[in-house]
């Protein structure tokens, strides 16, 4: 199994609505996208964040599933939305052990 996490800082004029509603987007992407066995979304709740307020962890099957996950159709229908609400993304993969 691999882990995708991404940590997301809205941009100031980004509502917090506006990310639960991506990130409800983000979460209904388990059961369309081959290998992503769960999704965890929503806002950071540590007070030491440097602006990463919003973040999910998706777990994949396997690192190939992992690298078809970003061309896939179902994520690139939302992924233009979270780059359009945030001013920083930080991705980052780790394999489990």
Do not use: C, W
Request: charged share 20%.
């Amino acid at each position: 199994m691999i882990y995708h996490i991404l940590l997301a800082q809205p941009k100031p004029e980004t509502t917090p609505e506006e990310m639960e509603a991506i990130f409800a987007q983000f979460k209904a992407l388990k059961g369309k996208i081959p290998g992503l066995l769960d999704v965890q979304a929503g806002p950071n709740k540590h007070t030491v964040n440097q602006g990463y307020t919003y973040g999910f962890v998706m777990t994949f099957v396997d690192e190939e599933h992992l690298k078809a996950y970003s061309p896939h159709p179902a994520h690139r229908a939302i992924s233009p939305e979270l780059r359009r609400l945030s001013s920083t993304l930080l991705n980052f993969d780790i394999p489990q052990e």
